[in-house]
């Protein structure tokens, strides 16, 4: 936990550190990922169950507590195996370099670049749509800033191919994140959906 603050403040220095560590995923999980991973979940669980969702402007709708814990679950787990799917992503992507970085080392860059994404989770305490994507737009910025800065010390290559490298990574991690996004939006809609049912039949 204590790479936080480093990634945020200074990412180049921290990047080293996180590199010389020859960190485990198993580590990377029970001591980064699984607490990190809980903000975004136990933000939306509240927000929706106690303040509601809203588009802006209408009446807030909200997720029963019950809806909310099993779609809550859902989501965490998508989140967990999202991280995953990144790293694997980044692995095969470095498949011609010389140096090509092993499936635990890009699972674990993966799971300290989605550090911003975790932290912009924070948001969802009071889900707005507007707020809560302008929260997610600039966790993903950040994130493509950790790409950029981390890619070239971690697979040992140029600034100019770490570019390129962590463009097409970002631009991929963009589409797993939209696709993440389109069934947490789904699940919740689904939620509000039965609450709204139950609210009328009562």
């Known amino acids: ?42 933000s939306a669980y509240i927000g929706t169950t106690q303040v509601g969702w809203t588009l802006g402007g209408e009446k807030a709708v909200q997720v029963s507590m019950l809806d909310g814990l099993w779609l809550g679950i859902m989501f965490y787990v998508l989140i967990i195996g999202a991280v995953g799917l990144v790293g694997g992503v980044i692995h095969w992507m470095a498949r011609h370099l010389p140096e090509r970085p092993d499936l635990q080392q890009c699972v674990v860059f993966a799971g300290y670049i989605a550090t911003p994404m975790f932290l912009s989770g924070l948001f969802a305490l009071y889900p707005i749509a507007w707020l809560c994507f302008l929260a997610v737009l600039c966790g993903v910025c950040y994130t493509g800033y950790l790409l950029y800065i981390g890619t070239p010390s971690f697979l040992g290559i140029s600034r100019k191919q770490g570019f390129i490298l962590s463009s097409t990574t970002l631009g991929i991690g963009v589409l797993v994140l939209e696709a993440l996004l389109a069934v947490v939006v789904l699940l919740w809609s689904m939620g509000s959906d039965y609450s709204l049912v139950w609210m009328y039949m009562k």
Do not use: C, K, Q
């Open 1 to 42: 936990m204590n790479h936080i603050w480093g990634l945020l403040h200074h990412p180049d220095r921290e990047w080293r550190s996180i590199n010389s560590e020859g960190e485990t995923i198993s580590h990377l999980y029970t001591h980064h990922v699984l607490w990190l991973a809980a903000i975004p979940v136990i």
